[in-house]
């Protein structure tokens, strides 16, 4: 079995601070790695994966996400957190072996910038 | 990049109806398409799998019979929920991965706002 957990039901931040969004997942196996932003009344969009390779990645609007296999987490930061980076954020995981399986999602994180 | 679609994006309908949601993937084949159901300020949950040509997989919980899924081409798959109830009303969402089989993405459609009255 897979999951993941978001230890944050929110996270707020002023405009301009790093803002660090927590996950932390469980996977028996090698594991896949995704954030996805979702805006009121909105599906999913990507931001960020992990696969392999560099345990940084970085991803859209100046997102990036450090793997560590160690404490199993795949936090997500920005340097400089916007107004409109307020959304709803959600981590998820998936097996990286071959054929199907499915994503698991976390439960999500609300981060509400100040301006 | 890759785009999915829904329609319609919000639908009102009676209790005792049925509605049809799509998903279409415009600019890809997807083999797989998934449903998820998300209540207000919660997670996506995974309702079923589609893949082209074969029965749907369905979660555990998940009623076949009440939410109907087609997966009839490479780029479209249906959702209906059937005899709608007030506590059907939800924000569904789909997704499709890109049929090649080494793709490790998701694409997600715009999600679909069902309301039962």
């Known amino acids: 079995a897979q999951s993941v957990a978001q230890p944050e039901d929110q996270v707020n931040v002023a405009e301009g601070n790093p803002l660090t969004v927590k996950c932390t997942y469980s996977v028996s196996g090698n594991p896949y790695l995704f954030w996805y932003v979702q805006y009121p009344n909105r599906g999913l969009q990507f931001l960020l994966k992990y696969i392999t390779g560099d345990n940084l990645v970085k991803g859209s609007y100046g997102f990036e996400a450090e793997f560590n296999k160690s404490q199993t987490s795949f936090h997500l930061k920005k340097p400089s957190a916007l107004v409109s980076d307020s959304a709803l954020y959600f981590c998820?995981?998936?097996?990286?072996?071959?054929?199907?399986?499915?994503?698991?999602f976390g439960k999500g994180t609300m981060l509400l910038v100040s301006p | 990049g890759a785009v999915v679609s829904q329609h319609p994006s919000r639908v009102i309908c009676k209790s005792g109806t049925s509605v049809k949601i799509e998903c279409r993937s415009l600019d890809f084949q997807a083999t797989t398409m998934f449903w998820y159901r998300q209540f207000p300020k919660q997670s996506l949950m995974l309702m079923a799998t589609?893949?082209?040509?074969?029965?749907?997989?369905?979660e555990q919980g998940v009623e076949k019979d009440k939410f109907l899924i087609n997966h009839a081409s490479l780029t479209l798959s249906t959702l209906t929920v059937t005899s709608a109830h007030p506590e059907d009303s939800s924000f569904y969402i789909c997704?499709?991965?890109?049929?090649?089989?080494?793709?490790?993405?998701?694409?997600f459609g715009p999600g679909t706002r069902l309301t039962v009255t």
């Open positions: 997704s499709a991965r890109p049929q090649d089989i080494l793709s490790y993405e998701q694409y």
């Open positions: 998820a995981v998936r097996l990286s072996s071959r054929g199907y399986s499915t994503l698991t």
């Open positions: 589609s893949n082209e040509g074969s029965k749907a997989t369905y």
